[in-house]
């Protein structure tokens, strides 16, 4: 769950995410996670090569490598935004009374 704080101090106004996550759906980037290959994974891998006869799954059942370390690009889609209209909103007198 995404929790979403606003604090106010002041003239500042600081909106900020509290996931993990957070950061990375915002401004995208690169991450390159390091996943153990265990044999139930292995077992996993062969039925799908059964299944589907694609010898990519073959190949990662087979492989000798302990691990996996793909690499994914995430591209930025910001969720936190403020657009002119906020930004007359929340200078609007009506607003700074809660």
Not at 66 to 85: A, D, M, Q, S, W
Not at 91 to 96: N, Q, V
């Amino acid at each position: 769950m995404i929790l979403l704080s606003l604090n106010c101090c002041n003239a500042l106004v600081c909106i900020s995410a509290n996931s993990t996550y957070s950061a990375i759906h915002q401004y995208g980037g690169t991450i390159k996670p390091t996943i153990p290959i265990s044999l139930k994974m292995r077992k996993f891998f062969w039925a799908k090569f059964y299944e589907t006869g694609q010898e990519n799954w073959k190949a990662i059942a087979l492989t000798k490598k302990k691990e996996l370390k793909p690499v994914f690009e995430i591209p930025g889609r910001p969720y936190i935004t403020l657009t002119n209209e906020d930004l007359v909103e929340i200078l609007s007198p009506d607003f700074r009374t809660f």
